[in-house]
């Protein structure tokens, strides 16, 4: 991933049309959690109206509690598959915390008949689970987004990063998400967006901001402006290559993380603002 500086590697890439690399720009918008068939499609919509071809779609959700709920697992897959090719999605990031869903991942989608794609999210919660890391490292078929460890240093993120390379996977995108500070944070993690540039410098992964899990929130500033899109515009201006951000047709249903949803009608918005922060850059 180029922090052993062996130049006939690259981590630029490119998968179902959509190109990866430290100078391009994509934009993951969906549902943090698939909930309903109907939200699915609602926001699938959303996004081929905006001109967008890659989504994020939570399947499996790794919580804090047990008793929170947990995601419908394959059971959404085709719902999810289908839509996709409707709405001429390219590509949904989706969360896996163990093998056998990448095997569920594969069955559904050779099932549907759409030529969706699929990019393995492996969240902060797994950074460091290194027989997962080995098993999306060792597969060939998808691309791996990997978010930053929220309690460990960034060099141990990028270590992880490494797990995925040596297993024969360079097709990487490293992803900053927040880090956990002290219970007086104003946002649900501290921003972490000023470390784009430090790893470019260090790797060859493209980069991708998290906003909606940094935040954690609908706040404010006193412009009106939310803190998710002030984020936003800083990680894009500090040079982020990717942007994932969690929406939702109806945030007060939602049943992960309904408060940082941003609401369909935001879309537009949200993607000028990025428009003129690329600009910016
Ligand atoms: C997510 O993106 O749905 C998620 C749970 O993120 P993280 O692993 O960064 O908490």
Redesign the pocket.
């Known amino acids: 991933l180029g922090r052993h500086k062996d130049e006939t590697r690259s981590s630029h890439f490119e998968y179902n049309g959509v190109l990866f690399s430290q100078n391009n720009f994509n934009v993951f918008a969906g549902l943090?959690a698939v909930d309903t068939r109907e939200h699915i499609d609602l926001m699938m919509r959303a996004l081929q109206a905006n001109q967008q071809v890659c989504t994020r779609m939570?399947a499996y959700k790794p919580r804090t509690s047990p008793y929170a709920f947990q995601g419908h697992g394959k059971s959404c897959l085709p719902d999810v598959f289908e839509l996709a090719g409707k709405y001429g999605i390219k590509i949904v990031a989706m969360?896996i915390t163990h093998e056998s869903h990448i095997h569920e991942i594969d069955e559904a989608l050779s099932n549907t008949g759409h030529p969706t794609g699929v990019m393995l999210?492996i969240?902060?919660?797994n950074t460091q689970n290194f027989e997962l890391l080995k098993i999306a490292g060792r597969q060939q078929k998808y691309p791996v987004l990997l978010?930053r460890g929220f309690g460990i240093t960034l060099e141990e993120s990028l270590n992880a990063a490494e797990y995925l390379a040596s297993e024969g996977n360079r097709r990487v995108i490293f992803c900053l998400?927040g880090m956990k500070t002290s219970a007086s944070d104003p946002h649900r993690n501290f921003v972490d967006f000023a470390h784009v540039p430090t790893i470019k410098r260090l790797t060859r992964m493209p980069v991708r901001i998290?906003p909606s899990?940094s935040v954690g929130s609908r706040a404010q500033s006193p412009d009106g402006i939310m803190d998710i899109m002030h984020v936003t515009a800083q990680g894009i201006i500090a040079g982020a290559n990717m942007v994932?951000a969690d929406f939702h047709p109806a945030p007060e249903k939602a049943l992960v993380d309904g408060p940082q949803a941003l609401l369909i009608k935001e879309l537009p918005r949200f993607l000028e603002d990025i428009a003129i922060a690329r600009e910016a850059y």
């Open positions: 943090c939570g969360e999210q969240g902060t919660r978010k998400r998290d899990h994932l």
